[in-house]
């Protein structure tokens, strides 16, 4: 791929695009260790453009008596020292400068692709959705937060997984255009990886339901519930802590042991489909690219399935947490990488 990239006559947009790509995932990665070292709601207020951090004493007494007016401090936290404080604030700002960092980016090279003439109609369009799609992105973020600042000093596991989900939208878009750049003059005429775009489809659907589930865990802190495998304690489906409210909706969506069943669950159907979908590759006659995503799932299957045993045996400690969050997000990419491949139309078996 290095070598198409070198030779593509859009390579600097590609370059472009594939650091969005990875600010993003660095974006996510720290937005959950924010969220392990519950930081997320040290700022209590929002600017677009991003602000600078505390430099003086007075700075900093200025922000920690915002913080002391935020439900989190009088219902959590009312003992916190100044210290204390600043090591919560500072994951928090850097977690906003990293989408700040992102979006400046984006920005100035959309300006200089456009002042170049580097964009086709097609691309510019692409760009601005992009870009707005990055800003949306920041407000999905304060609004997440707003949450938290109001009454309840828990932040809403709803707009949790919606400020997660925007963000895996993003990285989507801008690595399909990334792809798309990279490889649209390979052809060939192997043709049977067509037959496993129904069942990748369906992986992607499945795996976008557990990353969501995922984020209703981390929000509800789920995972400390029941830190047992494979049974929930010594049941399979302990109903009298899961079945305790009316609807049936709440008791797999809103309880903490509700929802961790649901992740449980649906990680052996995300098992399930990678392993039809190995079963079924296996009988046809793929590129190498196809092959390499196929591969590449089986493997980062494995690893994350491991990953949230022991993330929810050991009562998800940060380092854990945050390489499960990290696989969660190679699964996803990996399945855009084969869908990809898989949807073109001429492709090349070659790397």
Aim: glycine letters at 6%; hydrophobic letters at 50%; one cysteine or more.
């Amino acid at each position: 791929m290095v070598n198409l990239i070198r030779s593509n006559p859009n390579k600097a947009i590609i370059y472009w695009l594939l650091t969005g790509c990875a600010l993003v995932y660095v974006m996510v990665v720290v937005g959950c260790l924010t969220r392990l070292t519950h930081s997320g709601l040290s700022i209590t207020d929002w600017n677009f453009m991003g602000s600078l951090p505390p430099f003086t004493s007075d700075d900093w007494i200025d922000r920690f008596q915002k913080y002391q007016t935020s439900p989190e401090f009088i219902f959590k936290n009312n003992t916190m020292s100044m210290e204390e404080f600043k090591s919560i604030f500072w994951w928090e700002y850097i977690h906003r400068s990293i989408g700040n960092t992102m979006m400046g980016i984006f920005l100035l090279g959309f300006i200089y692709f456009l002042v170049k003439k580097k964009f086709s109609k097609r691309m510019l369009m692409k760009a601005v959705f992009l870009f707005l799609l990055g800003g949306f992105q920041g407000l999905i973020g304060w609004w997440m937060v707003k949450s938290g600042l109001v009454k309840n000093p828990n932040v809403s596991h709803y707009r949790l997984a919606i400020h997660l989900m925007s963000a895996f939208i993003v990285f989507a878009f801008t690595f399909w255009w990334a792809l798309d750049l990279i490889y649209e003059k390979e052809e060939s005429n192997e043709q049977d990886g067509k037959k496993l775009k129904v069942v990748s489809i369906i992986l992607f659907s499945v795996l976008i339901i557990q990353i969501i589930f995922g984020a209703f865990v981390a929000g509800l802190k789920a995972g400390l519930f029941y830190p047992t495998w494979p049974k929930m304690g010594d049941q399979w489906f302990p109903a009298d802590t899961i079945l305790i409210e009316d609807s049936f909706i709440k008791n797999f969506m809103e309880t903490g042991a509700g929802v961790q069943f649901m992740h449980r669950t649906i990680a052996f159907l995300v098992v399930a489909c990678v392993i039809w979908l190995w079963r079924k590759s296996n009988k046809l006659n793929l590129s190498t690219y196809q092959k390499l995503g196929v591969t590449l799932l089986i493997y980062g299957v494995t690893i994350q399935f491991i990953l949230g045993v022991f993330t929810l045996l050991y009562q998800a400690p940060v380092a854990l947490a945050a390489l499960h969050q990290t696989g969660a997000f190679f699964l996803f990419a990996t399945c855009i990488y084969l869908l990809f491949h898989l949807n073109q139309k001429n492709i090349n078996g070659n790397s």
